[in-house]
Every structure is written in C-alpha cells, then in structure tokens.
Nanobody, 120 residues
Framework: QVQLVESGGGLEQAGGSLRLSCAAS????????MGWYRQAPEKQRELVAI???????NYLESVLGRFTISRDNAKNTVDLQMNRLKPEDTAVYYC??????????????WGQGTQVTVSS
C-alpha cells in the first residue's frame, strides 16, 4: 500500500507565500511523475505543476513564474513553493504520484488534500 501525506497550506494574504510538501511511503519500487493538482469550489480539478523523475517540469500557465515544484527522489517527496499568491489560487491542493510497486506499474495515487486560502 502506498500513502501520500501532505503538509503545509493554510491561510495567507495576497502577495504572500506558502509551501506545500508531500511524502510518499509504502512498498515503492519507483515513482515516475509527481505533481500537484487543485480544485476550487464548483470547479474541476486542474493540474498545477508536475515534475518527472528526471526533473522535467510543467506548470499551469496562471502559476508560471510564481510557483516552483521540486522533488527529492531519495526521500520520495515533492514540494510546491507558492509565491505572490492571488485570491484565485484558493483551492484544495492535492498531491499526486505515479508509483510502481511489486503489484502494479505507474499506479495513480492521491494525497488527502490540503486547503490553501488566499485573502485579498
């Protein structure tokens, strides 16, 4: 069984910064891509940022230049540094990982979600 545990998030004023962290644990053989998604009320979940095991990244256009995703392959962790926050960044943020174990290859796992609220 694989678990993703998130930390960070909370309430911040517009223009401020927050950092999200996610740690994967369990019987992990390897992790391919890791990423962060978000879902605002009454909106669909969207990809915010993703990073491959090789370090290649991709971002939602609206967070380019403000958010930075990073990962530690040795620790199976992924972080999201969020700067110059805007009220429209308010959402529940979910960690995601494509994990290979002895039972499956590139299975999709999700964290429990962490609330980020940006006040104007």
């Amino acid at each position: 069984q694989v678990q993703l545990v998130e930390s960070g998030g909370g309430l911040e004023q517009a223009g401020g910064s927050l950092r999200l962290s996610c740690a994967a644990s369990g019987r992990i053989n390897s992790i391919n891509a890791m990423g962060w998604y978000r879902q605002a009320p009454e909106k669909q979940r969207e990809l915010v940022a993703i990073i491959t095991s090789g370090g290649s990244t991709n971002y939602l256009e609206s967070v380019l230049g403000r958010f930075t995703i990073s990962r530690d392959n040795a620790k199976n962790t992924v972080d999201l540094q969020m700067n110059r926050l805007k009220p429209e960044d308010t959402a529940v943020y979910y960690c995601n990982a494509r994990v290979s174990t002895s039972l499956s290859i590139d299975a999709n796992y999700w964290g429990q979600g962490t609330q980020v609220t940006v006040s104007s």
